[in-house]
């Protein structure tokens, strides 16, 4: 049986790998993972795996009432789809718009699955 687009980006995930689909037809990348493409609607969709560098396009920081603030973030990543995310090692107050970011695999306790987050990319372009 064939896995589904979610199953595949996760075992990527697991793998430590920021993946993604492109669409040759509409020859631009499509993101969160489906299956087909909503530019053309074709279902020849390839999968690709990240740089992993993009960068902050808004950001806003949330206030739980238990617990500390952080930051959540859409990522424009370089291969041309946005996603969103959130940015750690830095205080939420301090991501900025235009911030160069790195992904990296976020790995929680207990059953959830592990998630994409960014840090700041020191001396990226």
Known sequence: MEQSPLAIYQ???????LAYQWSPEAG?????????????????????????LGTVYA??????????????????CDEGFRMMSRVEDIDPMAVAIGLRVRFRVHRPDGEEPAYPVFVPAVGAR
């Open 28 to 52: 631009r990348a499509v993101f969160y993972p489906r299956l087909v493409c909503p530019y053309s609607g074709s279902t020849a969709l390839e999968w690709r795996v990240a740089s992993g």
């Open 11 to 17: 075992d990527h995930l697991d793998k430590g790998e």
């Open 59 to 76: 950001t806003t920081v949330t206030h739980p009432a238990q617990g500390e603030p952080y930051n959540v973030a859409l990522i424009d």
